[in-house]
DNA sequence: AATAAAAAAGATTTTTTTGTCTTAAATAAA
DNA sequence: TTTATTTAAGACAAAAAAATCTTTTTTATT
């Protein structure tokens, strides 16, 4: 469904979002760790994702990864997956036409249009904030 | 959402399916014609759906591709996947947790349930035939 | 000012996916 | 029986994705 990249920067944003509500920065050893991903591929990935704002980062001694939630500011699934994958899943054909058109469609168009449409709700309405929260009430996790 | 493969292996087949209507047996140039699809690589494709008994096969002059359906034998969407992708679309973990467990979840589990379970509950209900007929009539298309 | 710890940037490598090319096997028709 | 046409099989190549390594930049601490 996602690339590995795309998988990877979920789950390290919602380690980060979940350590900030605490006030938490977090270096990028740490979330490799907590997340169980290959540190030095998940660093770039942290590059996409701040460069995106949907993270901020800090150098030197100290520093490392955090979200900024400044009220209104929530950052929604929608947001990181688009940065890392853009928005094919949603616009594009499910068969692989070079566009998804209403008036020339695929087979599956009318039978995928449901399932996309509900794919793009989800992901536009689930909020970062609101996940990371099940994180640290414990119901949920980040690796096996 | 799918591989490249799979989505050549399902515009094949409904191709394939759409032509056996009228029983015409077509050969792997005319497919990949009918489908935009790189020849070669759709060749190694059909090989896969020759092995699974998707579709059938027969060498020679007039050879070529086909679908016997005798009555009962009605082909669905998923067998495709299946065969191609395998079954992670609906099997695996979103977040690419090694397995997806009700009882260990990641963050975004119930939020895909309801759309993983519509995906497949389409792919396994929707068969080739029924889409072939949109072919037909020319409503639906292959390529652009 | 020197050191150490962190992210950023960029080059490089490995693996997987996508795609091609060549040869072999099957078979219909001349 | 030879030839032509087709799929099958397997080796090979190119491109993309995944992953790593090296160097640079920033900055807190000593
Ligand atoms: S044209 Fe294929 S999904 Fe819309
Ligand atoms: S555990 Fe991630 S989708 Fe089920």
Redesign the interface.
């Known amino acids: 469904?996602?690339s590995?990249a795309c998988?990877?920067g979920?789950?390290a944003t919602?380690y980060i979002a979940e350590q900030s509500l605490n006030q938490r920065r977090v270096n990028i050893r740490e979330i490799a760790k907590a997340i169980d991903s290959p540190e030095a591929f998940t660093a770039k990935i942290m590059q996409q994702l701040v460069k995106s704002q949907i993270v901020h980062s800090v150098k030197g001694p100290l520093g490392g990864f955090e979200m900024l939630r400044s009220g209104s500011h929530d950052i929604k699934?929608y947001q990181i997956v688009k940065a890392i994958d853009g928005d094919n899943?949603y616009k594009g054909c499910?068969?692989?036409?070079?566009?998804c058109n209403e008036e020339?469609?695929?087979?599956?168009?009318f039978?995928?249009l449901?399932?996309r449409e509900?794919?793009r709700e989800?992901l536009e309405t689930?909020s970062i904030t609101e996940?990371?929260k099940?994180?640290d009430k414990g119901?949920?996790?980040?690796?096996?």
């Not at 499910?94 to 566009?99: I, P």
């Not at 020339?104 to 168009?109: A, E, I, K, Y």
């Not at 119901?139 to 096996?144: G, P, R, S, V």
């Open positions: 469904m996602f590995k998988e990877y979920i789950r919602l699934l899943i499910g068969l692989g036409l070079k566009e020339h469609p695929c087979p599956v168009h039978k995928f449901n399932i509900e794919l989800m689930t996940l990371a099940d994180l119901i949920a996790f980040l690796k096996q």
